[in-house]
T-cell receptor
């Protein structure tokens, strides 16, 4: 069974600093996709970034980048130049290829950006 | 497109009552998912439709839960004989096919069972 582990229940970062949110995953499938979502206190799930298992380069989207280390089965999210609006819950998720199409989520990391 | 919509946004019910939630996915998405999220946790998969066919159900989906997607458009999730443990946020999501397909989430229905 696939599993996503986020070991940091809460993180604090100073405004304008960079922060790394950890995510490790467990799968024996060679083909899978990794996603990060942001969930502010208002509750909506906002897609941030995607990394495919066969992608050669780490994904980047604006201030978000994904530090993908396939051998270690880790997909850490890096947020550069943190802003107060980045304060939210962040979830790492995985989708396998094949019959199971749903996302499997980790337990999340609550990020608080300090002014 | 206005995104995935869910109704109602909030539902308070008494234990033992039945409740039904509705989800309208993004129109060009043929996949629709239901998740349940409890406070401080990540969403947990409940069930998945491809068009009108319900292709997968989690073991979390007890026999008190039923979901439908008639004509492959909107979907409903019904919980019969609600229990206090059913209190959670119920999220609907939709996507196109493909490993990298973006899954768009609705705002959720917050269920409180008293």
């Amino acid at each position: 069974a696939q599993k996503i582990t986020q070991t940091q229940p809460g993180m604090f970062v100073q405004e304008k600093e960079a922060v790394t949110l950890d995510c490790t995953y467990d799968t024996s499938d060679p083909s899978y996709g990794l996603f990060w979502y942001k969930q502010p206190s208002s509750g909506e799930m906002i897609f941030l970034i995607y990394q495919g298992s066969y992608d050669q380069q780490n994904a980047t989207e604006g201030r978000y980048s994904l530090n993908f280390q396939k051998a270690r089965k880790s997909a850490n999210l890096v947020i550069s130049a943190s802003q107060l609006g980045d304060s939210a819950m962040y979830f790492c998720a995985m989708r396998k290829s094949g019959s199971a199409r749903q996302l499997t989520f980790g337990s999340g990391t609550q990020l608080t950006v300090l002014p | 497109d206005t995104g995935v919509s869910q109704n109602p946004r909030h539902k308070i019910t008494k234990r033992g009552q039945n409740v039904t939630f509705r989800c309208d996915p993004i129109s060009e998405h043929n996949r629709l998912y239901w998740y349940r999220q409890t406070l401080g946790q990540g969403p947990e998969f409940l069930t998945y439709f491809q068009n009108e066919a319900q292709l997968e159900k989690s073991r979390l989906l007890s026999d008190r839960f039923s979901a439908e997607r008639p004509k492959g458009s909107f979907s409903t999730l019904e919980i019969q004989r609600t229990e206090q443990g059913d209190s959670a946020m119920y999220l609907c999501a939709s996507s196109q096919e493909g490993l990298a397909a973006l899954t768009d989430f609705g705002p959720g229905t917050r269920l409180t069972v008293t």
